[in-house]
């Protein structure tokens, strides 16, 4: 796993930085914080997929509960919550991190939403065609004063959802980089198919998206290392 770091003028009082997850997938929490810790953020953002299933999902939670006892963790739902047990998000809130299920709050002068996977039931959604997210807190978040942080899990929301509203950041994942890289493009990602345009870097100067922190297919990585990312806004 790498660091990369984005510094981002925000025109904040004093300068915050966040540390940036993503698609950990139920890994092995051990070697995350001790990353996360060497970085020293003043929070910790969790992009969803923290979870695999059904049957996977305690290193997730345990990712969780020491993040939270790091510093401020916040944390917004991806698709694979959707396939863990029903009580996640109770359980997510017992771990100490702040859950933003089409939610928001404020952080030293940032405003962070978390926006809801689509696969949360409300509508039907397949592994190429990701379901809408809940456009009612979309326009109220939009709305809101601050420098404004959105947790959207999928990166395919952006063209229709996304691209055309005032949110200053958007902080996504979900597409592992393409899985296997070549001459920087990636291959494949749900929701976005063949020869993706999202899944690596950023995009009009506010869309961030990352690779991932962790694994959830038999599918190797190819040219396409984890990594954890740093947001220095300042």
Not at 53 to 79: D, H, I, M, Q
Not at 170 to 196: D, E, K, M, N, T
Not at 204 to 213: A, H, Q, Y
Request: glycine share 12%.
């Amino acid at each position: 796993m790498k660091n990369t770091v984005y510094e981002i003028n925000a025109g904040l009082k004093e300068p915050v930085t966040f540390a940036f997850l993503s698609d950990t997938h139920d890994a092995d929490a051990a070697p995350i914080i001790e990353r996360v810790n060497a970085a020293s953020p003043d929070a910790v953002l969790v992009g969803g997929d923290y979870v695999q299933n059904k049957k996977r999902y305690e290193n997730g939670l345990t990712l969780l509960e020491k993040l939270a006892a790091l510093c401020p963790t916040f944390v917004s739902l991806g698709n694979h919550e959707f396939k863990s047990v029903p009580d996640i998000k109770k359980r997510t809130v017992m771990t100490g991190a702040v859950l933003l299920d089409d939610e928001d709050t404020v952080f030293r002068g940032v405003r962070i939403g978390g926006l809801t996977s689509g696969f949360d039931g409300r509508a039907q959604g397949t592994f190429m065609k990701t379901p809408p997210p809940d456009t009612d807190f979309l326009r109220s978040f939009e709305c809101k004063d601050g420098f404004r942080v959105l947790l959207c899990h999928h990166p395919e929301y952006y063209p229709a959802y996304l691209k055309n509203t005032g949110i200053e950041l958007i902080l996504s994942g979900h597409a592992h980089g393409g899985q296997w890289r070549f001459f920087g493009r990636g291959l494949f990602a749900p929701g976005q198919g063949i020869f993706p345009k999202y899944t690596s870097g950023i995009y009009d100067g506010r869309l961030i998206v990352s690779r991932g922190s962790g694994d959830s297919h038999l599918i190797p990585r190819i040219n396409n290392g984890r990594e954890l990312v740093i947001i220095k806004l300042k």
